[in-house]
Nanobody, 116 residues
Framework: QVQLVESGGGLVQAGGSLRLSCAAS????????MGWFRQAPGKEREFVAG?????QHTYSVKGRFTISRDTTKNTVYLQMNSLKPEDTAVYYC????????????WGQGTQVTVSS
């Protein structure tokens, strides 16, 4: 079982930056793939970025967002730069075992609001 707790959301002006953090419980954090998703009002949840157990990255928001992980702290980060109003959403951290396709564990979400 993995428990995930996000933090770092807030209100920021367009062009600003935020860094989201996701603290994970469990001793096997380093063997899990981690991801960030977001859901804007009235829209479906969408994939933002992922990092595999071996450090391989994948992104849907390229150039502005960077995902990283610190296995010593059991934490994954999402650095978001040059934020736009359309980035406004609840951001969720998720985890899955590396042999799974679907993410099995989810955090409670953190709100990111970008004002124009």
């Amino acid at each position: 079982q993995v428990q995930l707790v996000e933090s770092g959301g807030g209100l920021v002006q367009a062009g600003g930056s935020l860094r989201l953090s996701c603290a994970a419980s469990g001793r096997t954090f380093s063997s899990y793939d981690m991801g960030w998703f977001r859901q804007a009002p009235g829209k479906e949840r969408e994939f933002v970025a992922g990092i595999r157990w071996n450090g391989q990255h994948t992104y849907s928001v390229k150039g502005r967002f960077t995902i990283s992980r610190d296995t010593t702290k059991n934490t994954v980060y999402l650095q978001m730069n040059s934020l736009k109003p359309e980035d406004t959403a609840v951001y969720y951290c998720a985890a899955k075992k590396s042999d799974r396709f679907e993410y099995d564990y989810w955090g409670q979400g953190t709100q990111v609001t970008v004002s124009s």
